[in-house]
């Protein structure tokens, strides 16, 4: 079945630096989301790209979906402790059974 | 404010004591979905429900059966929980399917825990 891969698991910087997740999926998608889920917190929808080659900035997060429409990152500038949570992509294939599939999500923490 | 309600919030069921969790969502959205999350992992779509329609995963176990009674309200029921159905139920809205406008409203989430 479609697997959805992302990376790095855990990821712990410095407050200020910067970070970035990467999702890549088996096959090819339609579109792909991005949700945050702060500690204890719920998933809260971020963003969804659906064309080749997309790039959307939202403050400080930029996020990109790849030519091929089988990968996609998030890049945080200048990370704040508001940032710190577990950051999901989640790919809707183009064929098949129309279902969101999840990344296994990268956690992020801060150090201030 | 429009928002996906879930109740009760925290769970403790015995081995074996079936289990209800309910959800509901004031935005009257089409689709509601239950996903299952253990700790440290993704989100699991265990079923969902377009409008009156139901769709179950493949995988998931038959000891979990939903109902929608309405628009607004959705069930999960665990007839016999296990140890291993220990985990946060999530239950998420969309205003459309997953083609369409699909961006997901999750709501708070159960946890349960099973003795």
């Known amino acids: 079945g479609q697997q959805v891969m992302q990376i790095p698991q855990y990821q712990h910087v410095q407050e200020g630096e910067d970070f970035t997740t990467y999702c890549n999926s088996s096959?090819?998608?339609?579109?792909i989301q991005w949700y945050k889920q702060r500690p204890g917190g719920h998933p809260v929808f971020l963003i969804q790209?659906?064309?080749?080659?997309e790039v959307k900035k939202q403050k400080r997060l930029t996020f990109q979906f790849g030519e091929a429409k089988k990968n996609s990152s998030l890049h945080i500038t200048a990370t704040q402790t508001t940032d710190v949570g577990t950051y999901f992509c989640?790919?809707?294939?183009?064929?098949?059974?129309?279902?969101?599939?999840f990344g296994q999500g990268t956690r992020l923490t801060i150090n201030p | 404010d429009a928002m996906v309600i879930q109740n009760p919030r925290y769970q403790v069921t015995q081995f074996g004591k079936p289990v209800t969790l309910s959800c509901s969502q004031t935005?009257?959205?089409?689709?509601m979905y239950w996903y299952q999350q253990k700790s440290s992992q993704a989100p699991k779509l265990l079923f969902h429900?377009?409008?009156?329609?139901?769709?179950n995963e493949a995988d998931t176990p038959d000891n979990f059966q939903s109902r929608r009674p309405n628009t607004s309200f959705c069930f999960l029921d665990i007839r016999s929980p296990g140890l291993g159905d220990a985990a946060m139920y999530l239950c998420?809205?969309?205003?459309?399917?997953?083609?369409?406008?699909?961006?997901?409203?999750f709501g708070p989430g159960t946890r349960l825990t099973v003795l």
């Open positions: 935005l009257n959205h089409n689709v």
């Open positions: 429900y377009y409008d009156k329609d139901f769709n």
């Open positions: 989640a790919g809707l294939r183009i064929q098949g059974a129309q279902k969101l599939v």
């Open positions: 998420a809205t969309s205003r459309d399917g997953v083609a369409g406008n699909n961006e997901q409203f």
């Open positions: 790209l659906v064309k080749s080659g």
């Open positions: 096959t090819t998608l339609s579109n």
